[in-house]
């Protein structure tokens, strides 16, 4: 229950009229500052002073909703691109309104966006499926990473990967829509993933169970000889919009547990660090007398973070130092340490997050069984390196920095810290799980300013702009997995809640809750809303999505036809407000029927839908926007076709029918 009642109402009554003044006087405000004279904001302030009473607002309350509110019309002045979670998609959300804006589908099918429907979109998802023809239809989507230029955000892709099947997709951010799922076939789990190199050269992806790599069969007991890691670096390529696999490499790994991974910037650009858990090597067996994985992997009180060199393995793979795994090609381990690429350094048990701070010289890590965040700098890590100054080699070999030599210093900052996010005043601001809250603290100095609680179990954070060179502050939005208490009920399952929190007031102040009906949303990056370009309608008519240019069968208004040939029979058509042309298909039953379907429209906002009965026929067509439907016409009878969007007034009317002849 609220507990303000008429105590706050009261005081609120006077501050509110105070407040209705001096805007009035400011002259700011929706009703502007002439018409307003004080006698008119005063009573204003008293109509809403009654309303804070019979909604038990605070002062509190109505400052937070000033500070979100925005009204029908005014766009917000951020994005948050957030993970999807098991949905296998990822969700687009204003900043500082979260209104949910897009669920753009990727790895999962998306009726409304008929994607995974037509068959560019089916092909799309089925793309990764080859690997053992077993269709995927689930993702777990954890991290998504904005493309970058000289480390800021360049608004032009977003990457995601799906931890559960090793997978990543390429999201081109002209249209919000899905235009590559790659799935390297070497590792069976990834985690530290998607990660891009300052300038996208590449976009990392890192094992999160250790497996034999290539996915053969190898009994577990030999999990210290034959388990592995490996990262994975996909060269990206701006021009073509694809992940080139022939032109990736991969650096194999010991079978720890690598976590969390980010890539160096500015001072640390060529590098990139990757976190790890379990580098006891445990692999559970409980019920045949070993520890339970959970225990077994919590025995060190140091992980590794592994630092790693990607320029020097750039050269290693042009000199041909690779083998060749999945067709992929991979530096194997014991070159990787003889090449000088891959060093570990010790870190606090059990860490999750390694976030590389704006100036590119910071790297922070929080140890989720610690209660502390670790600053590490690049400048005492290469001394150590270039110095060999080792404190000893890991069972495979590679080399143990310091721990001593190359941390800054460390900030006490709560129970369980994971992941560290930066504004433009030199803050740091860490989540803490088992205190469910957010700690803000000095990177300079290390000194912990400031903590808020969040509700509950939160996991990662976002701030505006927050992976970059230059953050831009001011808003914190933080992930939380458990909500508890803060929806009214809706069964056992949950909404999760993502609750935003402005970081410029001192304590720093809760904002909104936004239930999130997508679980588990991992992480999200924020970006600057002025810097994504986004189209409004596919240009020149007759554009397929997936390659951005005109389909060989784009259909011209006028030019609609049906023609049969020896694969079946081809439909010409198009669809602007009110009609599909044509709109009766005549076929005859075990007919392959090839719909070609453009949307003549050059309106935005003009989609129109197209669905049949029975035969799973459901496409989306943006304006201009060509779809290609194939479909085996499997049994006979009359199956109406219908536009799904209003559309217009005679939406209802766009329809038609598809006529199957019965074959006797
Ligand atoms: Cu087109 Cu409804």
């Avoid at 209003?646 to 009317?653: D, I, N």
Wanted: proline content about 6%.
């Amino acid at each position: 229950m609220h507990e303000s009642g008429s105590r706050h109402g009261r005081r609120s009554a006077a501050w509110l009229a105070a407040t209705a003044l001096a805007l009035g006087a400011a002259g700011c405000g929706p009703q502007g500052g002439q018409e307003l004279q004080p006698s008119g904001a005063a009573q204003n302030g008293a109509a809403t002073a009654e309303l804070m009473k019979q909604r038990g607002l605070t002062e509190s309350d109505v400052v937070a909703a000033l500070k979100t509110y925005t009204p029908t019309g005014v766009h917000d002045p951020y994005y948050i691109f957030a993970s999807g979670g098991h949905s296998g998609q990822v969700i687009v959300i204003g900043l500082p309104s979260m209104r949910i804006l897009k669920v753009i589908a990727v790895f999962t099918p998306e009726p409304w966006q008929g994607y995974g429907y037509g068959d560019q979109t089916e092909a799309m998802i089925g793309s990764s499926d080859q690997e053992n023809g077993i269709p995927l239809r689930w993702a777990d989507v954890h991290h998504p990473a904005l493309s970058e230029l000289a480390g800021d955000y360049d608004g032009k892709f977003l990457f995601v990967n799906d931890k559960a099947n090793a997978r990543l997709a390429v999201i081109d951010l002209e249209d919000f829509t899905t235009i590559q799922i790659v799935r390297g076939g070497l590792i069976k789990s990834d985690h530290g993933a998607t990660f891009v190199t300052p300038n996208t050269e590449y976009v990392i992806e890192t094992s999160q169970y250790a497996a034999p790599l290539g996915g053969t069969y190898v009994p577990i007991e030999q999990y210290n000889e034959k388990y592995r890691g490996a990262t994975i670096l996909w060269k990206f390529d701006r021009e073509k919009r694809r992940l080139v696999k022939e032109e990736s490499f991969a650096i194999e790994l010991p079978p720890y547990g690598q976590d969390l991974a980010d890539a160096g910037k500015l001072a640390s650009d060529g590098f990139f660090f990757i976190n790890s858990f379990n580098t006891e090597r445990a692999w559970g067996g409980s019920s045949e007398g070993n520890p339970p994985l959970e225990s077994g992997a919590s025995q060190n009180d140091m992980d590794f973070l592994h630092v790693i060199d990607w320029k020097k393995a750039e050269q290693v793979v042009a000199a041909g130092k690779t083998e060749t795994i999945a067709g992929m090609r991979v530096i194997p381990l014991e070159t990787a340490v003889a090449e000088g690429i891959l060093h570990l350094i010790p870190e606090p048990k059990s860490p999750h997050g390694v976030d590389v701070a704006p100036n590119g010289r910071d790297i922070v890590v929080a140890g989720k069984l610690d209660t502390h965040a670790t600053v590490y700098t690049i400048e005492k890590i290469q001394a150590a390196i270039a110095a060999k100054k080792y404190a000893g080699k890991d069972d495979y070999g590679v080399p143990i920095l310091p721990f001593e030599d190359t941390i800054r210093g460390q900030v006490e900052i709560g129970l369980g810290p994971l992941h560290t996010q930066y504004d433009d005043k030199g803050n740091a601001y860490t989540s803490i799980f088992l205190e469910s809250a957010v700690a803000k603290w000095n990177l300079a100095d290390l000194k912990l300013i400031s903590k808020i609680p969040v509700h509950y179990n939160v996991g990662h954070i976002t701030t505006p702009e927050g992976d970059t060179v230059s953050p831009d502050g001011g808003y914190l939005v933080a992930m939380n997995k458990w909500a508890i208490d803060r929806f009214q009920d809706v069964g056992p399952l949950l909404p999760q809640n993502f609750q935003l929190i402005d970081t410029t007031s001192e304590p720093m102040q809760l904002l909104y809750d936004l239930p999130i009906p997508n679980g588990e949303p991992h992480y999200s990056q924020t970006i600057k809303a002025d810097k994504v370009k986004a189209i409004s309608v596919y240009s020149p008519i007759g554009t397929d999505p997936a390659t951005r240019s005109v389909s060989p069968n784009a259909v011209e208004a006028g030019k609609e036809r049906i023609e049969r040939r020896a694969d079946g029979v081809h439909v010409f058509m198009t669809a602007v407000r009110s009609h599909f042309v044509p709109d009766v298909i005549r076929v005859r039953e075990g007919d392959t029927v090839h719909i070609h379907l453009t949307n003549t429209e050059q309106a935005k906002d003009a989609t129109h839908g197209f669905a049949i009965a029975d035969f799973n026929v459901n496409v989306s067509i943006e304006p201009g926007e060509h779809s290609e439907i194939t479909f085996v016409a499997s049994k006979p009878g009359v199956f109406p076709l219908y536009c799904t969007e209003f559309c217009s007034a005679l939406h209802l009317e766009m329809a038609g029918y598809l006529l199957v002849e019965p074959k006797s």
